[in-house]
């Protein structure tokens, strides 16, 4: 038989084992939150926040530069009540910039330097199976918006040359064709006109997204065009933007030429004519509302702070403007 102090020696060891056990198993196993507890939160510097969740959208099907616009439309009034902002075309596209990289490389003449040829450009695929659209969060959506109200089109006429600005920041620069130093009677108006871009300041008034082309001079539309290189080719699908200057609506769209050889030149029936890849760039960067200034300053200062001084291209000839 066991002494009673052998009793108890046996038990204040089998407690102290007990105690050790419970010990190591505190020390080492991962604490459990019940859904009752709240977590810690460390505090965490503002500049080391991870940016706010983003929604996508994945492109189901694809999407030729001819249905490009309704897909667009039909989207955004779809996702605009997913968010808590006002969804367009214009905000999503800026949220997307790859967007416009891929219909600025639909234009014919950066195509054909890659050594193909486009007849119908509108066929040409600008959406595919499975590319991601990334809607912007709110405070993302602010600060596009802030951004978009800021640009504007800078145009100088005797510079032969566009500039998208915001505020003061110049975020494209290109070659534009202007009008010509003459009057003439054009058809499509039923009167004698003169030909010059008119200068001043004013908005985008009107967008047409599927222009119909036409000769002023004859009144007759056209559905093909000569190339600079000689190929005929079905007219691209590029929207003209109509400007309201100083209160009046001249007729002077900016819209593409399908003949970039003339651009530098005083050359159209009035219409400020750029490229094709600039006249995608200046429709996502000009949405309705934006302001535009048409100048015609001959002294250009240079980097270096030199001052150039410009061709008076409209100098010859006096006409009497309406």
């Known amino acids: 038989m066991y002494s009673r102090k052998n009793i108890i020696l046996g038990t204040l060891i089998l407690l102290l084992a007990t105690a050790v056990f419970v010990a190591v198993f505190l020390l080492f196993r991962k604490p459990v939150v019940s859904q009752q507890q709240s977590p810690v939160v460390h505090a965490i510097q503002p500049d080391s926040l991870p940016p706010e969740p983003a929604l996508f959208y994945v492109v189901q099907h694809e999407v030729p530069v001819k249905s490009y616009f309704k897909f667009m439309d039909t989207l955004c009034r779809r996702l605009d009540t997913l968010v808590d902002y006002d969804l367009d075309e214009t905000l999503l596209t800026r949220a997307n910039p790859w967007l416009m990289d891929t219909l600025i490389l639909t234009d014919y003449y950066l195509r054909k330097a890659r050594g193909e040829f486009v007849y119908d450009q509108t066929l040409l695929v600008v959406l595919r199976h499975g590319d991601t659209l990334r809607l912007p969060s709110p405070a993302q959506a602010t600060a596009l918006k802030s951004s978009i109200q800021n640009t504007w089109l800078d145009v100088n006429i005797p510079e032969f040359r566009m500039r998208i600005v ?72 590029i929207p003209w933007l109509e400007p309201v200057i100083n209160g009046i609506r001249y007729g002077q769209m900016i819209h593409p030429t399908t003949n970039p050889e003339t651009l530098g030149k005083a050359y159209s029936n009035g219409c400020i004519g750029t490229s094709e890849a600039d006249a995608w760039r200046v429709y996502f960067f000009a949405p309705l509302g934006t302001k535009v200034v048409i100048r015609y300053d001959l002294a250009q200062i240079l980097p270096s702070g030199d001052t150039l001084l410009l061709k008076d291209v409209y100098s010859k000839r006096t006409f009497k403007l309406k």
């Open 166 to 237: 915001e505020g003061s920041d110049t975020l494209f620069s290109f070659p534009v064709r202007v009008g010509q130093n003459r009057q003439r009677y054009l058809e499509a108006i039923n009167r004698v006109e003169v030909l010059r871009t008119r200068k001043g300041e004013g908005e985008i008034f009107r967008i047409n997204r599927n222009p119909v082309w036409s000769n002023p001079v004859t009144g007759k539309s056209y559905k093909e065009t000569e190339r600079d290189d000689g190929l005929r080719t079905k007219l691209p699908q």
